[in-house]
């Protein structure tokens, strides 16, 4: 199993500004994902990141919007930028490992409860 | 496509009492998994049980089943001998062996243990 820790873990931000929440995994993980969940939802996936690729997006989810990056096996961050009210969430990262058709299943940082004000 | 539908959005169940969560999915895939997550009010997501679609035998940890039936599509998560500590979201998930590796989740099951 990997254990995932999320910084921050609850933040409160204006409007327009910017927020990057970092993901670190304890051990090398092929995937690692990035979700929003609405309180009392279900979660909806952003984006997958990619070790030394652009991330790849959602339906709905760009770039300039929610930049992440993965300079490593273990490490991953998610920015949401130009933040509005409709921003205020809970963001989790994910570690999977999946080689060959062998999946493992997704292990879950503690989620960043995000404030827009 | 695939989906997952939860159509449980709350239950609740006495203490020491048995409950049971539904889930059905609806997917082209041969090879599959399935998971229930738990998420309880500190908001870590925590598995509670997997099971591979080839495997007929439906899979158990502890207090926590499942009853597998792939023709139906039907996944469905058994909880005995309820606890006060068992209060949570509970999520169904699927992924398909091929593809992207993608997790599909249900929209979720309120389940309140009552003491």
């Known amino acids: 199993s990997a254990v995932i820790s999320q910084k921050p873990s609850r933040d409160i931000c204006q409007r327009g500004t910017s927020l990057t929440i970092q993901c670190q995994v304890d051990s090398q993980v092929t995937m690692m994902f990035w979700y929003r969940q609405q309180p009392g939802q279900s979660l909806t996936l952003i984006a997958t990141?990619?070790?030394?690729?652009?991330?790849?997006?959602e339906s709905g989810f760009v770039i300039d919007k929610f930049p992440i990056s993965r300079p490593n096996l273990t490490f991953s961050t998610l920015t949401v930028s130009n933040m509005s009210p409709e921003d205020s969430s809970i963001y989790l990262c994910s570690s999977q490992q999946g080689l060959g058709g062998v999946i493992n299943e997704q292990f879950f940082g503690p989620g960043t409860r995000l404030t827009v004000l | 496509a695939q989906t997952v539908t939860q159509s449980q959005p709350e239950m609740s169940v006495q203490e020491a009492e048995t409950v049971t969560l539904s889930c059905t999915y609806d997917t082209s895939e041969n090879n599959y998994y399935l998971f229930w997550y738990k998420q309880p009010p500190s908001r870590q997501m925590i598995l509670v049980i997997r099971q591979e679609a080839y495997k007929q035998q439906n899979a158990t940890e502890n207090r926590f089943s499942v009853n597998f039936q792939k023709a139906a599509k039907s996944f469905s998560l058994k909880i005995s001998d309820s606890q006060l500590g068992d209060t949570a979201m509970y999520f169904c998930a699927f992924i398909a062996t091929s593809g992207t590796y993608k997790y599909i989740f249900g929209t979720g099951t309120r389940l309140k243990v009552l003491a």
């Open positions: 990141a990619n070790q030394g690729s652009e991330a790849t997006y």
